[in-house]
């Protein structure tokens, strides 16, 4: 960490910040989730204010601030998703499991969040567990997908 | 009213230079198409499976497995190609791979039953170049996806690659290569269709030598999967426009701005860059030339308003991505204060071929309308029977694309509207169909080019759904810089909730209207500009509907939830108890075999009984929806 540090000290102003997004990223790809230890680091890495990083990373929806549940459900609410009924999904997770866009499940199992245009438009509506896309969804396909994750007796 | 200048399949004939690699008796390749969405249905391993039997029937040294881009016809997906016989096998799975090949080893006949089948004539098409998909395409910005595997340089420099970059470094100056982009009439395909020479013009002769230039590839508008599809099947285009753009105006320094989500484009991007600057065609003193130039990629965020030109440079910069003021236009003064051109991937794709083939073979291309020249690639989506990607040379018409190569609307409803230009482009209906596509034609229809999303409505969609649902989107997705765009996208999606409603009266739609043009005429940025538009439009050609939503307060197509009601009819349902199970407020009750009974006041609308009934049930279809 040391030999990281003084590395990004050498950088000048201009390399320092643009890094601060593929930073953020590479942070939120091995986290799962943006913590508050983890931007305060970044800002004495970059020697920014923590206000300041907030202020981005808050501004792009892929970013998530509380740690994933075991099973991430994206769901896409692109067009063409959204034409095939893919809102339905997120209320069905409200409705049927109690599960809110951003959130996760209180056992930490599934997590929720509703997210733009996967580009997998000739597949819509389209929903990803884990990275894994599963084409071609209905209500009733989609809630069958959510319980052989999370079966319902657990939940309770 | 161009005809296309189609011969059979340009795209497999340029360039010319490719015939020379064509050796007497080439090998028979098999070619799997590993795009993101075909990757998403497990391709990696139809490939390993194929290569397993290859081996295994010893047909090794004869036949190469290897793998490809996007071929833009997603909607068959996965897709395998047999080249130079230019079979294709859609909708292919692992345990094919033994059939696919056998059918290459001595005596061996092609696989009848993977063979792209024709939605509605039910033909059976087993040739690439028959499929009217394909036939009715020209393709310059595409020329080699899913034709050549991405990560092998050479199989670019076969076709032709890094030939105009060696051309514009050896034997052009700059001002020629800048010529030359003028002459051809490229404009731009990010959307605004800003005159591309003009823009390096401007850069061009801005003093100092630090200047930038940047391909964007932040696509985040939703129902446009170009210029991903783009950066995955062919990088090196890209690579090499970036390049003629840095050697035409001065800079050094290129970055591909790459959309975050897009990890598999941003993958092939750096194995790209890592061999065009092992081939000397990056770096210092590219091709022997004095001409340096590096390129780096910057995975910034994926939203909307990241692809607005100055809001990319503040990413770049490390901070929010929120648009600045123009003028200073960023040929002026961009990145870090410093001229900088920042044009789509599509534009900068086509400018190898400009300088490669000529300024004149260009301008051919398309219909010359207002300096519409060349072609340009859209994202077919919705209820159209062949979705995926096309490239058409601009001024074809828009029923050409919908009917020939889309195949047409699926099922017995018909056409009611189509959207270009992604989600703040302008709803045309039906009779508006035989509209050419170029910059100038859809503007004077109110819509836009847009991200060249297209997207194909039928008779169960509901305009005023529709309008609300892209608006919502661009709403979500406005930076909050300027106090058109954040709070005048949000009343006017309070004004079409109420429409949708149905509690809304007559003035609200004068309201809306008047507000969507405040809007579109004080926001900063594109963004604001162009978000009424699908209000404006549906207004402009739906009227009616919305009529109907606030004076008969019901929805034609049975969509806005609070005004439809769902209904058991008694004589269809058999009483199978499928829609029972999966109602979440047990509103639907009735003992098996016997027609259920629905209780309105408990009904959510969720449509999951709809759904279950359609598809699922003994008899089906015994629950409607009625407004």
Known sequence: MAGATSHFSRMDMRDRRRSLLPLLKKTHETDGFLSRESIGRLARKLRMSENEIYGVATFFPQFRFTPPGKYHIQVCLGNACHLGGAPNFMEGMKIERGLEDGRTSPDGVLSLQGVGCLGCCAMAPVVVVNGGIHGRMNRVTFMKLVDSLAPREEES | ?627
């Open chain 2, 1 to 627: 009213m161009s005809a296309p200048r189609t011969k059979r399949n340009p795209a497999r004939k340029r360039p010319p230079s490719s015939s020379k690699a064509q050796a007497p008796g080439p090998k028979t390749r098999i070619l799997v198409c590993e795009s993101t969405a075909c990757l998403s249905s497990k391709s990696h391993e139809i490939r390993e499976a194929l290569e397993k039997e290859v081996s295994k029937l010893g047909l090794k040294d004869g036949i190469e497995v290897g793998f490809t881009g996007c071929h833009g016809f997603c909607q068959i997906g996965p897709i395998v190609a047999v080249e130079p016989d230019g079979i294709l096998y859609c909708r292919v799975k692992p345990n094919d791979a033994k059939e696919i090949a056998a059918s290459l080893s001595a005596g061996g006949r092609p696989v009848d039953r993977l063979f792209y089948r024709h939605p509605v004539t039910k033909e059976v098409v087993p040739r690439y170049e028959d499929i009217v998909f394909y036939k009715k395409q020209r393709r310059i910005i595409l020329r080699n996806c899913g034709l050549i595997n991405p990560e092998k340089i050479a199989d670019y420099e076969e076709r032709g690659g890094y030939r105009a970059l060696r051309k514009a470094v050896t034997s052009m100056t700059p001002d020629q290569v800048v010529d030359e982009v003028k002459r051809a009439g490229l404009r731009g395909r990010g959307g605004a269709g800003f005159p591309t020479w003009s823009k390096w013009d401007i850069c061009r002769r801005q003093p100092g030598g630090e200047k930038y230039v940047i391909a964007n590839a932040n696509e985040s508008a939703p129902g446009a999967f170009m210029d991903r599809s783009l950066l995955e099947a062919d990088p090196h285009t890209v690579i090499e426009g970036l390049a003629l753009l840095g050697y035409a105006v001065g800079a050094r320094q290129g970055y591909i701005y790459c959309r975050a989500e897009y990890s598999l484009a941003a993958r092939r991007a750096r194995v790209a860059l890592e061999q065009a600057y092992g081939k000397k065609y990056l770096g210092r003193g590219v091709l022997g030339s004095g001409f340096d130039f590096d390129v780096e990629i910057f995975e910034g965020g994926g939203t909307f308003v990241s692809g607005e030109e100055t809001a990319l440079l503040s990413s770049l910069e490390g901070s929010r991505n929120m648009p600045r003021p123009r003028p200073p236009y960023p040929a002026v003064k961009g990145l870090w204060g410093k001229p900088t051109i920042i044009d789509n991937v599509k534009t900068l794709a086509s400018v190898p071929s400009i300088i490669a083939e000529g300024a004149e073979w260009y301008a051919s291309v398309g219909s010359g309308n207002g300096g519409s020249t060349g072609t340009t690639v859209f994202a077919l989506t919705g209820k159209v029977a062949n979705a995926g990607i096309a490239e058409v040379p601009l001024g074809t018409p828009l029923s050409t694309l919908i009917y020939e190569i889309g195949g047409g609307v699926p099922g017995k409803k018909g056409l009611k509207a189509v959207q270009t230009g992604g989600p703040s482009g302008g709803f045309l209906p039906g009779n508006k169909i035989e509209i050419p596509l170029d910059f100038d034609s859809l503007q004077e229809a109110g819509s836009i080019m847009g991200s060249s999303g297209i997207m194909v409505m039928d008779d169960d969609t509901c305009l005023v759904d529709a309008a609300r649902t892209f608006l919502a989107f661009v709403q979500s997705e406005s930076c909050g810089k300027c106090v058109a765009c954040r709070v005048g996208t949000r009343h006017m999606l309070g004004l079409l909730d109420k429409i949708g409603s149905g509690k809304a009266d007559e003035a609200d739609l004068v309201r809306l209207e008047k507000l969507a043009v405040i809007v579109r005429d004080s926001s900063l940025c594109g963004l604001g500009k162009t978000a009424p538009i699908p209000v404006l439009t549906a207004l402009k050609y739906f009227r009616s509907e919305f009529i109907a939503h606030v004076v008969d307060k019901r929805c034609p197509a049975a969509v806005c939830r609070d005004l439809i009601t769902f209904r058991i009819i008694p004589d269809r349902c058999t009483g199978c108890q499928m829609c029972v199970k999966v109602c979440p407020t047990e509103a639907i009750t009735g003992p098996r075999s016997q027609p259920h009974n629905l209780d309105q006041s408990k009904c959510v609308k969720c449509r999951s009984c709809y759904e279950v009934c359609k598809f699922d049930a003994v008899a089906g279809e015994a629950i409607i929806i009625v407004s």
